[in-house]
């Protein structure tokens, strides 16, 4: 039966309706009713993350634990050899331009909110039920850290990445979610359940997007009044937020694309040159061990970490863990159809072991050298320096501390103002980009979409930040987080069945074809004698010599007689 073929996007890059109207009406009713009573709706978060956290605290560790084991699974057994285009394609980008392509991808303004503050956090106060000496919460806090920001987060990515990269390129299908799940639903994701998968991602990303801007705007804030410009305050979140946007539109009307790679490009040049700064001027063979070493024993508790849910903290710990760890297994959910839809563009030609390979370990690696450095030197600072970075009371300064740390390295000025234009470069460049991506996915799939469409995502993504951050800041944006990955990640659960039912048809119709191709020929290498090749050998002697003796053993068409031979 010849299949049929996957509907067209829509013409010159419209809307489908079925998805658009949906998401806007979702998005805007949120933001509207977080603007007109941020307080209401900061209680109204405050429970709903309650009840998530209380029910679902161990679904979300679990889960994503699970989706680290898929990976691997997938990379590292017979599918692995799957290529994610024609059976001839050659990847689009050489090694090294992928590779930086996929760091690109990742997590521009959290990595650079957290860097240090996530490290010292952690240091200052650590997860209920960890003690020991300072060095020990040191290494634990570091450790803590590269779990959330390690394998499992990238593993989150491979799952959508994969899929999708495996039904664009493999099979020739739009770039839209809903493809991913084919394999499963079959026809039924070009109707209503596919415009219901579209609808969750399209919501989520908008929701991962705006978390992402909002801790950007938090954080340069912080560093402008650092720096002493302006003092840190919702009203400069808005406005900082209203400018970044006011530049993304620009992009967006003027097409200048090509600018945007540039800036991509330079500011992935300017944190690589921030982290060997620090590297160089700081405490060097310090910041190198404690990457060695906590590498070695992140891997060591890997197990361990990956299935902590603080189930014998009490309400303790699942504040915690509301605020650590469930936050980011919901955030790097919700972010996770943007992310995933840039790495399927730009990894065919890839094999599946290649991509799951790449995917997670070059990331993850540059990651753990970020927060090595970063949060080693300021974790460095407490223990053998002149501190200062944990308040009296054991609390983290979330925003400030980057900028705190920098302060006492040398040209501490001038790197705050150079951090802030990192944070406001990849503020300007996600914005865009997750602006394209959220486009696409409105409008089923279409490459070049209207851009009207696209200022439409960019203004939405803008104002969401900006009522979450009203309605109760940073624990709003975790919040919101933690919310819109529930109904997305059993999603991604379909997309692994789903990705696995079709790599094992593949590899079931290439082993066919592989025995017809060789069943015709396969008594020339092999014989179709089923004894052992010694007594193969010694049988056929033996029917020769009574053939010779015996010519009426001999039957017409040459063959030996059928059953034993009596000689």
Known sequence: MVEPQPP????????????????????????????????????????IQSSIVTNFNWYYVLISALFVAFCLWVGFSR?????????DDEPEFSLGAWFSLLFAAGMGIGLVFYGVSEPLSHFADPRPGVSGSAGQLAQQAMSQ???????????????????????????????????????????????????????????????????????????????????GFVEAS???????????????????????????????SFNLALAGVLVVFILIVGPTQFLLRDLVQGIGNYLQNFISLSFTVSAFAGA???????????????????????????IARVSKGRTVRQFVTGVILVPTAITFLWFSVLGGAALYSELAGPGGLVGSDGSVDVESALFQMLAQLPAGSVLTIGVVLLIAVFFVTSADSGSLVMAMIATGGSVEP????????????????????????????????????????????????????????????????????????????YGLEVEEPAQRGAGVGLVGRIRRRHPSTRQPSGRPPEGPVEG
């Open 450 to 525: 209207r851009r009207w469409i696209r200022v439409f995502f960019a203004c939405a993504s803008s104002v969401l930040a900006i009522a979450l951050l009203l309605s109760g800041g940073l624990s709003a944006l975790q919040t919101a987080a933690i919310i819109i990955a529930l109904p997305f990640s059993v999603i991604m659960l379909g997309i692994c069945w789903s990705t696995s039912i079709a790599f094992a048809r593949e590899h079931r119709a290439y082993e066919r074809a592989s025995r017809a191709a060789f069943r015709a020929h396969i008594g020339e290498y």
């Open 145 to 227: 850290t590269f779990l959330h920001w390690g394998v499992h987060a990238w593993a989150i990515y491979v799952v959508i990445g994969l899929a999708l990269a495996y039904a664009i390129h493999r099979r020739g299908r739009p770039i839209s979610i809903r493809w991913t799940l084919e394999p499963l639903l079959g026809s039924r994701v070009r109707g209503r359940w596919g415009d219901v998968i579209d609808v969750v991602a399209l919501v989520g990303t908008v929701f991962g997007v705006a978390t992402s801007l909002g801790l950007g705007v938090v954080q340069i804030g912080a560093g402008l009044e650092s720096a």
């Open 8 to 47: 067209s996007t829509a013409p010159g890059g419209t809307v489908n309706r079925a998805v658009f109207w949906p998401a806007a009406v979702i998005i805007v009713a949120f933001a509207a009713a977080a603007m007109i009573a941020p307080d209401a709706s900061g209680r109204v978060f405050d429970t």
């Open 79 to 87: 599918y692995g050899d799957i290529r994610l285009g024609k059976d």
């Open 234 to 264: 919702d009203l400069t979140s808005i406005v900082l937020i209203v400018i970044i946007t006011g530049a993304v539109i620009f992009s967006v009307v003027s097409g200048v694309t090509k600018g945007m790679k540039w800036l991509s």
């Open 316 to 342: 303790e710990g699942e504040a915690w863990q509301a605020a650590w760890t469930t936050f980011y297994w919901g955030w790097w959910i919700s972010w996770a159809p943007f992310v995933g839809i840039f």
